[in-house]
């Protein structure tokens, strides 16, 4: 495995986007060993084409007003599992290379980790509500609309149960390696609470509601992720045909009762595909979070 120096991947999602970087690499092993055949190119296109890709950037400046939680009954997933659309791709030797690679990193320590973390029944509240489903039909603008309710938050309001039974609600499938069906929609929740997140600690989110700290979002920019392209322009297919990887940055102002408002600029890669309770995008994954 290839492995970018600085860079900070939770047990899980990182053998996704670890064996994305190594695309380049093991195509051009595959292609001198098979003949020298060309890579078949695959274009990410705009928002109005069935993969729902954004255009190279988007950007959104509009923040959202915390209000209260309150979770209603209502606001729970039905018994009823929707079950997000998947494809064969084809049996091709970097389709593969790649997904052999991706099985072997989905290890039984990673699968374990899943099993004994304790997760939150997905729901919505009036803090954290559910995102417009015009803006789950594009990836472009779910991944703006998910980064804007995950980081427009009012601390002495909101709780970080809410905020984790929200992001429940909004789980894609991890649908990389051999994960197991019913463990495939807690890898995002792992990626927010495991190593370095946008999700503060309980102590710490105690710690921000005690002094009125409020978090809001704005700038906020998303384009494709290079190392997404690399590996569709080395012929490569995801099973979710929502799947993709986007680098999403912008400017957090914290505001807090005894400090004045201090603005940081934040950015990390959000992994999308296929929502798990309801149609159009969900959030996979959420990696390599930066504060400067």
Do not use: C
Request: glycine share 6%; no cysteine.
């Amino acid at each position: 495995m290839l492995y970018l120096r600085g860079t900070k991947r939770s047990t899980l999602v990182g053998a996704a986007l670890v064996v994305v970087i190594d695309v380049t690499l093991l195509t051009v092993a595959l292609t001198t060993y098979f003949g020298g055949a060309t890579p078949t190119r695959i274009a990410i296109t705009t928002s109005t084409s069935p993969r729902g890709a954004p255009s190279p950037s988007t950007s959104l400046a509009h923040p959202r007003v915390g209000s209260v939680a309150t979770i209603s009954p209502s606001s729970r997933p039905s018994s009823h599992r929707y079950r997000p659309r998947r494809v064969v791709p084809p049996p091709t030797a970097v389709q593969q290379a790649i997904d052999a690679s991706l099985a072997q990193s989905s290890n039984e320590g990673s699968v374990s980790l899943l099993e004994r973390s304790a997760f939150a029944t997905p729901a919505t509240s009036t803090a954290f509500p559910e995102i417009d489903a015009a803006d789950s039909s594009s990836a472009s603008l779910y991944a703006l609309a998910f980064t804007q309710e995950l980081l427009d938050v009012h601390f002495a309001t909101s709780t970080r149960e809410d905020l984790l039974a929200w992001a429940d609600f909004n789980a894609a499938p991890y649908s990389l390696g051999s994960v197991p069906e019913p463990l495939s929609s807690r890898v995002l929740a792992l990626s927010l609470t495991t190593g370095s997140s946008p999700v503060p600690s309980s102590s710490k989110w105690s710690h921000f509601a005690q002094s009125r700290v409020i978090w809001n979002v704005s700038g906020l920019v998303v384009s494709v992720s290079p190392l997404w392209t690399q590996a569709l322009s080395a012929g490569w297919l995801a099973r979710d045909p929502l799947m993709g990887i986007y680098d999403v940055s912008g400017s957090l102002t914290v505001t807090s009762r005894a400090h004045a408002p201090v603005v940081e600029s934040v950015s990390f890669a959000l992994t999308v595909g296929g929502a798990a309770l309801h149609p159009g995008y969900g959030a996979v994954a959420l990696d390599d979070w930066t504060v400067n």
